[in-house]
């Protein structure tokens, strides 16, 4: 009888193990999921943007870019690079369709200038097309 009662009282002991194991493999696929989520719903906002510099003369402070894209939610800012280095001030990305600005420190000839995007989460989508600072 105490042989019986012990192997009933090892498979029960061995169920609950075996639930223990799913329940934290469980939750960890399940943050994994969600995780991979956000990161494609951050993707999935970078192809929506499309600014183009529109202007960037020699002498000025500023960089005009419009957007070409998608308007955004509330929160996001346009970045400016320029010859590899932050440039500017972070101004909100303006309305699909419309113009903004950037303001920074003079532009010198021949810097390369490219734009993109900080969204409200933190991600950084990178510019699409580089401009060249040309004359006025």
Known sequence: MKKAQSEIIT?????LIALAAVAIIAVF????????AATADA???????????????VGA????????GETLTT?????AIVDGTAWGDTPAVPASLT???ITG?????????EVGVKLADGTACAG??????TAA
């Open 11 to 15: 498979t029960v002991l061995l169920v």
């Open 75 to 79: 929160g996001n800012t346009m970045l």
């Open 128 to 133: 699409k097309t580089v401009y060249t600072v």
């Open 61 to 68: 402070t500023t960089i005009t870019v419009k957007n070409n």
């Open 105 to 113: 420190t003079v532009l010198t000839s021949g810097k390369k200038v």
């Open 99 to 101: 113009t903004g600005v």
């Open 43 to 57: 993707k999935a906002q970078c192809l929506k943007i499309d600014l183009e510099v529109t202007k960037a003369v």
């Open 29 to 36: 696929i399940t943050n994994q999921v969600r995780q991979g």
